[in-house]
């Protein structure tokens, strides 16, 4: 599976922005998705995953309540889309297909990052 972020940008403090994967491969839709992002001097870190049929999704408690995982099978495509955003939200934005429990040592493919910068 080879995975392809966009949607990065500059965005100020409130505002919101909408993060898609999409992937190459027959098998995305037998794999969970995830979204972690790594902010500089510090590890990734996990933020939203969603199973391979949408039926169950997974937050890091800073972003709950302001980001929603999504996907797409039939476009091999998944979403994150990120509202009420925080400077601190700022990082680099990587997608990965991977498994339960959505750690990163769970994660079999990872994608390119894109960069999310948010203002004050």
């Known amino acids: 599976v080879q995975l392809q972020a966009s949607g990065g940008g500059l965005v100020q403090a409130g505002g919101s922005l909408r993060l898609s994967c999409a992937a190459s491969?027959?098998?995305?839709?037998?794999?969970?998705m995830g979204w972690f992002r790594q902010a500089p001097g510090k590890e990734r870190e996990f933020a939203a995953a969603?199973?391979?049929?949408?039926?169950?999704?997974y937050y890091a408690n800073s972003v709950k309540d302001r980001f929603t995982i999504s996907r797409d099978n039939a476009k091999n495509t998944v979403y994150l889309q990120m509202n009420s955003l925080k400077p601190e939200d700022t990082a680099v934005y990587y997608c990965?297909?991977?498994?339960?429990?959505?750690?990163?040592?769970?994660?079999?493919?990872w994608g390119k990052g894109t960069q999310v910068t948010v203002s004050s």
């Open positions: 969603i199973t391979s049929s949408s039926a169950r999704t």
């Open positions: 491969g027959r098998t995305f839709s037998s794999y969970g």
């Open positions: 990965a297909a991977g498994r339960f429990p959505y750690n990163r040592a769970a994660m079999d493919y």
